[in-house]
């Protein structure tokens, strides 16, 4: 199994800026496609941004510019930096990861972290 534990969230100011990363352990899988998705009260989850493992990056039209996605492939994390916050983008954001099962070649999609507040006040 894999884990996605996020951390980096909390309050700031709309303006402000949060830097969020999440470590996905298992080393027994490959990890894959990982992304950043929120939701805030009351609606569904939403994409944020996402990174292939080549680096090739995919972000929601909106938060492009804002918003910075990375990874680190030697450490399995992903990061997701937030400028220029407002009150819209708060919310709870989880972190997501695809894998491969290196013993058998199996893709295994989805695994999701517990998330981690984001609150921007205006």
């Known amino acids: 199994q894999v884990q996605l534990v996020e951390s980096g969230g909390g309050s700031v100011q709309a303006g402000g800026s949060l830097s969020l990363s999440c470590v996905a352990s298992?080393?027994?899988?490959?990890?894959?496609?990982m992304g950043w998705y929120r939701q805030a009260p009351g609606k569904t989850r939403e994409l944020v941004a996402s990174?292939?493992?080549?680096?090739?990056?995919n972000y929601v039209g909106s938060l492009k510019g804002r918003f910075t996605i990375s990874r680190d492939n030697a450490a399995d994390t992903v990061y997701l930096e937030m400028n220029s916050l407002k009150p819209e983008d708060t919310g709870v954001y989880y972190c997501?990861?695809?894998?491969?099962?290196?013993?058998?070649?199996?893709?295994?999609?989805?695994?999701w972290g517990q998330g981690t507040q984001v609150t921007v006040s205006s």
């Open positions: 990174i292939t493992r080549a680096g090739r990056t």
């Open positions: 298992g080393s027994q899988y490959s990890i894959e496609n």
């Open positions: 997501k990861a695809d894998t491969i099962a290196r013993v058998n070649g199996i893709y295994e999609p989805d695994y």
